[in-house]
């Protein structure tokens, strides 16, 4: 597989969040580029090309999703939404990992079309085993669609 075929798009507005997500991924061993967005819009221009991310080729897509919920500009519910609503994205697998608990929120993403639903663990070393076995099956074992 080549290094374009295993971005990350995380979508995460806490730094802290951010660099505990990347060293995980870095611990797994799973090679992967991971891109991280700070709010929803940036996550809706990263995918579709458009304001800050406008050079970027379209035609290359993450693998996959990481999507919090609670995020400034757009929240996560209204994110998936929108990718699940273009063509171009529709397909793209999306892991909503978040600390929220509600189970209003779990059920509106599942039925937004989200993959999957993972709060975060607190504990790291839980969280990294959580991160390995994402990149494992979402990078690995999970058989893409090609449209």
Known sequence: MT???HII???EDNADD???TRRAFNQSHIATEMIAVSDGQEALDYLFATGAHGNRDPAVMPRLVLLDLKLPKLNGLEVL???RADQ???RLPVV???TSTEETDVGSSYDLGANSYIRKPVDFA???EAARQLGLYW???NERCGG
């Open 126 to 128: 839980r969280f990294a």
């Open 18 to 20: 951010v660099e505990l």
């Open 139 to 141: 990078l690995q074992l």
């Open 3 to 5: 290094e374009k075929e």
């Open 9 to 11: 798009l995380l979508v």
């Open 88 to 90: 171009r994205t529709r």
């Open 81 to 83: 939404r929108r990718i």
């Open 96 to 98: 909503i990992l978040t």
